[in-house]
């Protein structure tokens, strides 16, 4: 039989709900992290990420927001709870500007055999900067799954619990952020950059192996 800690999600709520400061902080110093990235991810505004996570926290602290362990771990709650607060602000401000191509949920569109291979390996090369500025022109429903799939490392399920759609409209919207970052990376000339880092790596590498066997000329 598995022993309670007290240091679980579950075990830290029930003592921040009895006045435990501490526990608060605990989960605080757990959660505040991911929750963080994702909201400067989603709204790249540091200032207002930070908002977000406050709120996310406070609602916690005074029960303003019901979390309900028989419905998922306390993490990914608390990034829908952040992702509905982003929403809002989204309707409020009206700033986003959708990329080409990203047209309406029942449009059709044409999507390219090597999207998934090809963005993959843009977020794999740490882009850091180049990832950050297409995802931030995606559409706020297409920049939720990019993020939680692409950065949080969530699984379709997860994302679908917390974004309130099913798996198969997850797969939908990341085929579609995929290509649109793609396309968006195409017109940068990221994708050109990221080939020539590659080819330069390899070379490296080459040498630096004919160095170590003595076939270099």
């Not at 996570?53 to 602290?61: A, C, E, H, N, S």
């Not at 829908?80 to 401000?93: E, S, T, W």
């Not at 990329?99 to 390996?121: H, I, K, R, Y």
């Amino acid at each position: 039989m598995k022993t309670d800690t007290g240091d679980t999600d579950s075990s830290l709520l029930r003592q921040m709900r009895d006045g435990d400061a501490a526990a608060f902080q605990r989960l605080y110093q757990r959660h505040q992290g991911p929750i963080y990235r994702y909201a400067l991810m989603r709204c790249s505004q540091s200032a207002l990420a930070a908002d977000v996570v406050q709120d996310v926290f406070m609602g916690l602290l005074t029960r303003s927001y019901r979390y309900d362990a028989g419905l998922g771990n306390l993490q990914n709650f608390l990034f829908g709870v952040a992702r509905n607060l982003l929403l809002k602000q989204d309707q409020a401000q009206r700033r986003h500007q959708p990329l080409p191509g990203l047209g309406d949920e029942d449009q059709e569109e044409v999507l390219m055999s090597e999207t998934a291979e090809a963005s993959d390996a843009i977020f794999s090369q740490q882009l850091t900067e180049h990832v950050r500025q297409a995802v931030s022109v995606l559409r706020p429903h297409y920049r939720d799954v990019i993020i939680l799939y692409e950065l949080q490392e969530l699984s379709y399920a997860e994302i679908a619990v917390i974004c309130s759609i099913d798996i198969g409209t997850v797969r939908s919207r990341l085929s579609r952020a995929r290509a649109a970052i793609l396309q968006y990376s195409d017109r940068m000339g990221w994708r050109t950059e990221l080939a020539m880092r590659t080819t330069t790596a390899s070379a490296t590498a080459s040498r630096a192996n004919a160095t170590m066997t003595g076939t270099e000329q």
